[in-house]
């Protein structure tokens, strides 16, 4: 009798979801004003954000590891919190992106060298949208943000629509083979609340992961946004990403 509830339910709610994604994936002009004109970090504190510095990056996924190893997350294939992709840009305009195991096998060797006009990794995590499609679309509350700038899953309330791993524009999202819930990077949200750093941000032997408040002006993530140019992936969905990147490259996507 549950079985058939929860069949029910999700069929009920299958067409509200998929208004409420095409809503959130249109980025609404108001809303992206009054963002740019004040930033909630300016009311509310502390306020998280994340940082990373690609050409510091050295695709040795220690990252990925540790991130593995602090959150349970499935040390199966394609189950991942975080990766670290490698972008191989050919002379001839030709893009190879490579992520074996998430990094954790390493990267094959590139053939051709000659031909190849740069390559540079780039770690991949929860963007810590402002204006999450996926907390938009979880039809039970599920997936939420703290009032501190974190998406949250509670997988006691989770359903498994899957839903939000839709929604998320960013890959950033899986359905735990286990818990039969949806899981995601938490920016190690219990460890933040211990004043702690992230495990990844932790291990990082090269400092090209940043964690910090962006309500404090003297943080690592703010000196970061103010003295690099940096920017956020998919910046055109009016998801307003609180992680930014230095350094990247415009086949990043």
């Known amino acids: ?39 909630p970090w300016r009311r509310k504190k502390p306020y998280w954000g994340f940082g990373v510095d690609v050409d510091k990056c050295i695709g040795c996924a220690r990252c990925v590891d540790a991130c593995k190893t602090e ?16 972008y191989v840009i050919r002379k001839d305009g030709e893009v190879q992106i490579e992520a074996p195991n998430g990094g954790l096998d390493g990267y094959p060797r590139v053939e051709d060298a000659a031909t190849v006009a740069k390559s540079f990794f780039v770690p991949k995590l929860c963007n810590l949208c402002e204006n999450s499609p996926c907390v938009q679309v979880c039809p039970v509350g599920a997936t939420f943000k703290t009032e ?5 899953i509670d997988k006691k309330y989770c359903i498994g629509c899957r839903y939000c791993i839709q929604a998320c524009p960013y890959g950033t999202r899986y359905f735990h083979p286990v818990l039969q819930v949806a899981d995601k990077c938490s920016v190690c949200y219990h460890r933040l609340k211990r004043g702690l750093v992230t495990a990844c941000v932790e291990v990082c032997p090269t400092g090209a992961r940043m964690v910090g408040d962006l309500s404090d002006p003297e943080s690592n993530v703010t000196k970061f946004r103010e003295n690099n140019r940096v920017q956020a992936l998919k910046a055109n969905m009016g998801t307003e990403p609180k992680l930014v990147y230095k350094g990247l490259d415009k086949e990043v996507r």
């Open 148 to 152: 501190d700038g974190v998406v949250l």
């Open 71 to 86: 959150n349970d997350v499935p040390r199966e294939p394609f189950y991942f919190r975080t990766w670290v992709e490698r």
């Open 1 to 39: 009798m549950q079985a058939l509830r929860r069949r029910d339910f999700l069929r009920i709610t299958a067409g509200a979801a998929a208004s409420l994604l095409a809503g959130a994936l249109r980025a609404p002009a108001a809303w992206a004003e009054k963002f740019y004109r004040e930033p």
